[in-house]
């Protein structure tokens, strides 16, 4: 199906759901979609949100933020923290306005959220983290699933460190089990039933090609200077930091690496980070309507 076939099909006034890994077009299509029939289009990346990186995070240019209104884009700085439940507050007054949503984005939990709801669970204290992450460096896993509920280990995966860790974050954080608070999840703000809910997929080949020579034109476009204007106060801890390709160009710009390993790295991880991003979407997002990227 072309980009034209697919808007034919599209509602003027039913919102529409964009999800898919970095460098699929999502950005493209939703400008697409809004220029042709109308409607406003709102990020769902999470680190699209920070104010430092327009370059590195492949926002919408300002060219094509001319053209159709862009919203929740760079509106955090770079040294705050954000959540998804902070973007969930943020985007309920615009998915309460007149104006037809188009979101966008390759954060799988921000759509998950949005669409099934989001426990509101409080954050954990920077020290049962620390706790948590050295009892895994320690493998004392068994100790952490020893801690849990039978209700909470008869419900996730227990063969999933990650998951288990979080149990057990929350547990001694709040006092109250992870499926409890699971249990307490309010209803969504959006259902995928009620939306056109589109998944671009991507074969891996296609891809690895798209994202090698999206860099090579961010860096021409100026992503060095970009990673300049950042460096006086960098710190990698920062959530903002975790932009793809980040830690690399300051590597370089702080006489770490050489720009071709640092360009080369960034290309690794910008792989990697897209492969985690389509095993996460075909995973969940079995009910919505994929598309092959290539096709479009």
Request: aromatic share 6%.
């Amino acid at each position: 199906m072309n980009t034209d076939n697919l808007i034919s099909t599209l509602d003027s006034e039913r919102p529409v759901l964009i999800a898919g890994a970095t460098a699929s077009g999502k950005s493209a299509l939703a400008l697409q979609i809004a220029t042709e029939l109308g409607g406003v289009i709102v990020n769902a990346d999470a680190l699209q949100v920070f104010s430092g990186w327009r370059l590195l995070t492949a926002r919408p240019s300002k060219q094509d933020e001319a053209k159709t209104p862009h919203l929740l884009y760079g509106h955090v700085d770079n040294t705050k923290p954000y959540s998804v439940g902070d973007w969930l507050r943020a985007i309920e007054p615009i998915l309460a306005s007149d104006q037809r949503p188009i979101i966008v984005g390759g954060t799988g939990l921000y759509f998950r959220a949005l669409t099934e709801g989001l426990a509101p669970i409080p954050p954990v204290p920077k020290n049962i983290r620390e706790q948590s992450a050295q009892m895994l460096a320690d493998n004392q896993l068994d100790k952490m699933k020893a801690a849990l509920d039978k209700a909470t280990s008869a419900r996730i995966d227990l063969q999933n460190p990650m998951r288990v860790s979080r149990a057990w974050e929350v547990f001694q954080a709040t006092g109250q089990s992870i499926v409890d608070w699971h249990d307490q999840t309010p209803n969504p703000l959006l259902s995928v039933r009620d939306c056109k809910a589109l998944h671009l997929t991507s074969q891996p080949d296609w891809l690895n090609v798209r994202l090698e020579q999206r860099f090579n034109m961010m860096i021409a476009a100026g992503a060095l200077d970009e990673a300049r204007e950042n460096l006086d106060g960098w710190d990698p801890n920062l959530q903002s930091s975790q932009a793809i390709g980040a830690l690399e160009l300051m590597n370089y710009l702080q006489g770490h690496t050489s720009l071709t390993t640092a360009k080369e790295l960034a290309v690794i991880a910008s792989r990697q980070y897209a492969k985690r991003q389509r095993t996460w979407f075909r995973k969940r997002m079995t009910g919505w309507t994929s598309i092959g990227s290539q096709e479009l």
